[in-house]
């Protein structure tokens, strides 16, 4: 396994959702002494990897967000696969909006964007892929 988690076991505030970015959040309430992600702020954790060990309901139907107080797995480094939300290039930089926790993918950063420092990287030489492909992001 190429990936690299945070040494801090997280727990999720109620917003954070499996293959996306994670923030800081605040840790008042939670019982213990965990840190706390959310799926929005300014002080970007890492990527959020889907661990498919019950911490999400089996049952809940078109959620990936884990419900308040569930064990995030973080991840700082490492390859993952997410979905295009727009035409893409490979190389270009996963930038994320702090404020909604949207992913962009970009050559260049612009207001309101933090640089995740990963980037795209698309299999089979292939130089661009669509919105809705299933495309590798990864930071090494």
Do not use: H
């Amino acid at each position: 396994d190429q990936n690299i988690y945070t040494c801090e076991n997280y727990l999720s505030d109620g917003t954070v959702k499996a293959g996306a970015f994670a923030f800081k959040g605040s840790a008042s309430g939670n019982g213990e002494q965990f840190g706390v992600v959310s799926a929005t702020g300014t002080a970007l954790v890492g990527f959020v990897e889907r661990v498919v060990d019950a911490s999400i309901a089996p049952t809940v139907e078109a959620t990936d967000v884990y419900p308040a107080g569930s064990p995030v797995l973080v991840a700082l480094k490492g390859q993952f696969y997410v979905t295009a939300n727009s035409t893409v290039s490979a190389g270009m930089s996963v930038f994320v909006k702090g404020a909604t926790g949207a992913i962009t993918f970009a050559s260049q950063t612009s207001d309101g964007l933090i640089d995740t420092g990963f980037k795209v990287v698309l299999p089979d030489g292939k130089t661009s892929a669509n919105n809705g492909d299933v495309i590798v992001i990864e930071k090494f």
